[in-house]
């Protein structure tokens, strides 16, 4: 089914370990975007590529770095997690980032740093 | 960005219409109405949007104030599997706008068998 794919799903990291989320999407959309939840919150931006070859900070990039390796994926690494980036991670694309349409999200990498 | 206000949270029942309601007082000419929802344990899912007039898809209507000061997301019949987290959310589409989806806390609609 076309998507978008996010591995891992699960992961568990100490503390100042580093490890890079994969994301790719098949369906030829311009702009990709990496947000985080927290329990009981919604989506916060943390990354968004707008097109290939441009990177730009959302809301909450303290920590993380991300790479447009090509028009299809977007990876997001943490170089040294902490326990305050215990969170869901979800990965989403969509046609162009000021087209109207639905962004297509990935369903997520839970991620726990102890 | 321009902000938007639901309920906490609704409940409806098997098989019966729900109506969704979003504000969005502050609301530009240039902004969409983004509806998505979010099952337990999944991402989130596009549900439906619009600019002005009222819009029907295959999962629900909107239906869009003539002020555009408020709308509503309507699910026809609602099912056990339409509970989730929904979010209103408004997009900028001007060049050299807000690129990005601001998710809020969103509505949590339980429905009862």
């Known amino acids: 089914n076309a998507g978008v794919t996010q591995t891992p799903k699960f992961q568990v990291l100490k503390t100042g370990q580093s490890m890079t989320l994969q994301c790719a999407q098949d369906?030829?959309?311009?702009?990709m975007y990496w947000y985080r939840q927290d329990p009981g919150m919604g989506l916060r931006l943390i990354y968004y590529?707008?097109?290939?070859?441009?990177?730009d900070k959302g809301e909450v990039p303290n920590g993380y770095n991300v790479s447009r390796l090509n028009k299809r994926e977007f990876s997001l690494r943490l170089e040294s997690a902490a326990p305050s980036q215990t969170s869901v991670y979800f990965c989403?694309?969509?046609?162009?980032?000021?087209?109207?349409?639905?962004?297509?999200f990935g369903s997520g990498t839970r991620l726990t740093v102890v | 960005d321009a902000k938007t206000t639901q309920p906490n949270s609704m409940e409806s029942n098997e098989e019966e219409p729900v109506h969704l309601p979003c504000n969005h007082s502050?609301?530009?000419?240039?902004?969409?109405i983004h509806w998505y929802r979010q099952l337990p344990s999944q991402g989130p899912e596009y549900v439906i949007h619009?600019?002005?007039s009222n819009v029907n898809n295959r999962m629900a209507s909107l239906a869009i104030a003539e002020d555009r000061k408020s709308s509503t997301l309507i699910l026809h019949r609602a099912t056990l599997r339409d509970a989730a987290v929904y979010y209103c959310?408004?997009?900028?589409?001007?060049?050299?706008?807000?690129?990005?989806?601001?998710f809020g806390k969103g509505m949590k609609l339980t429905v009862n068998p």
């Open positions: 502050t609301i530009s000419g240039t902004d969409y």
């Open positions: 989403a694309s969509s046609e162009a980032p000021q087209g109207p349409r639905g962004y297509t």
């Open positions: 590529s707008a097109s290939e070859g441009t990177t």
């Open positions: 959310i408004l997009r900028d589409v001007v060049q050299g706008g807000s690129e990005k989806l601001v």
């Open positions: 369906m030829n959309h311009n702009s």
């Open positions: 619009g600019l002005t």
